[in-house]
């Protein structure tokens, strides 16, 4: 007997939230984080389910289900601990310090200066010795975040509030009717925005916006939204270059997007020991793809201590090519978009599953799936995480990182509406 669509959506909604509910369980009753992160593997059988049936509902229907859906879950997500990161304890830390009148920027959390403020969210932060590396549009959401009451839920409540406006805006924008459901239950999207607390989603949701008001010709609002992605993480600055047909346009984002930045780099020298930025830019790299290509290529022609930063360069020099071939067989914006974020995170010299929010969005409005297997690919990631846990080593075998990038290809190769340098058939 066949099984209506109907009642097969249903099931697969039900049955991720089931796991939902389950993997939160797993997190609140002190388990291995391992078994949080199988929790999430799991849950992306019954939403890949889900995105397989087809329109079984029409889209205002669909569209309705998503919000609801995605708050329930994330609901859930809330009120478990953070057992995979620990970075909204520095989001709390940093709030906390521009609410006491000090700068996060020039103060790293172990400075003896802030010994008096130590407590229970200061035990957690990671790197210590490093000052804030987030521009001041995320300050602001940690500034909220220690202004509500500090706690960790808050963080992870604003988090999720951000994921539901993501989620609405696809809604409103996307003409399929799956699109806001695909990014509404993204197990790695409600797990790192509702249980990690990351705000990440948030700057996906600007770096569409700013690809979407372009395509409209709608200059005023998509700087607006560029400047609010830089704001939040220094991504955004990967698109300045739709603007290059607007140069009054480019100007004025680019004089925005450097005083945005300029915290960053003003408050503490960008080679000092303690800068976050500095050390971010210059040494921090994991779980990277063709990045490791590069770098690999480079020590073995350059000496040790020139080839890192050798190989930064190269991975930019590399973006601003693309850009170059973008504009030269004049790619439409949100396809450009898509190609340029697709490039920055696979040359990136560092990989953590959150960023993946920064193209999801535009992955599903533009209707692939190698970006919503490569959510579920990056789990593996999260393979050593019980033992960063229980020792404070991380050590990610490199086969396991071969093979989440080999998913990740395979999917790329196979996706009918993979990232193109070409413009589709009736594209604007």
């Given amino acids: 007997m066949t099984v209506p669509r109907g009642s097969s959506f249903l099931f697969c909604l039900a049955a991720q939230g089931c796991l939902v509910l389950a993997t939160s369980v797993w997190a609140r009753s002190g388990c291995a984080p391992s078994a949080v992160v199988f929790g999430l593997g799991l849950s992306f059988a019954p939403y890949a389910g889900l995105l397989a049936l087809g329109p079984v509902f029409d889209k205002r229907t669909l569209d309705r289900i ?14 478990a601990p953070p057992v995979m990161s620990d970075d909204l304890y520095r989001y ?19 400075d003896p200066a802030l010994a008096h403020l130590r407590d229970g969210s200061w035990e957690p932060i990671n790197n210590k010795a490093l000052a804030s590396i987030y521009p001041p549009l995320s300050q602001v ?16 409540a604003l988090a999720l509030a951000a994921h539901i406006a993501s989620v609405v805006t696809v809604a409103r924008i996307a003409s399929g009717p799956r699109a806001a459901l695909a990014l509404a239950l993204n197990p790695l999207l409600l797990s790192e925005a509702a249980l990690n607390g990351h705000f990440d989603i948030l700057t996906g949701l600007a770096l569409l916006l700013s690809a979407w008001a372009v395509a409209r010709h709608r200059i005023v609002q998509a700087g607006v939204a560029t400047c609010a992605a830089v704001g939040l993480k220094v991504v955004g600055l990967v698109l300045l270059p739709l603007f290059l047909r607007a140069p009054k346009a480019l100007g004025a984002i680019s004089l925005v997007s450097g005083l945005l930045l300029l915290p960053l780099l003003w408050s503490r020298p960008l080679f000092d020991e303690g800068s976050g930025p500095g050390q971010f830019a210059t040494r921090w790299r994991g779980n990277e793809s063709v990045f490791a290509i590069v770098d690999w290529v480079a020590r073995q022609v350059l000496p040790e201590g020139s080839a890192a930063m050798c190989s930064r360069v190269a991975v930019a020099a590399a973006l601003i090519v693309l850009w170059g071939v973008i504009l030269r067989r004049h790619l439409p914006p949100l396809a450009a978009s898509r190609v340029v974020l697709w490039a920055a995170l696979l ?9 993946l929010a920064w193209l999801l ?6 209707g692939g799936v190698a970006g919503l297997v490569w959510s579920a690919a990056v789990l593996l990631s999260y393979a050593p995480l019980d033992r960063w846990v229980s ?17 990740v290809l395979i999917a790329l190769i196979l996706d009918p509406r993979r990232p193109k340098l070409r413009p589709s058939p009736g594209a604007r």
């Fill in 92 to 110: 709390l830390w940093e709030g906390r310090l521009w609410l006491e009148g000090l700068n996060p920027y020039r103060l790293a959390p172990d």
């Fill in 361 to 366: 969005p535009l992955e599903v409005l533009a």
């Fill in 141 to 156: 959401l940690f500034v909220v975040s220690a202004g509500l009451g500090g706690k960790v839920w808050i963080v992870k």
């Fill in 391 to 407: 020792e404070r080593v991380w050590d990610m075998p490199a086969w396991l990182q071969l093979s989440s990038y080999a998913i």
């Fill in 66 to 79: 998503a919000v609801l859906a995605a708050l329930l879950f994330g609901g859930a997500f809330v009120l």
């Fill in 347 to 355: 040359l990136s010299p560092q990989i953590h599953p959150w960023y």
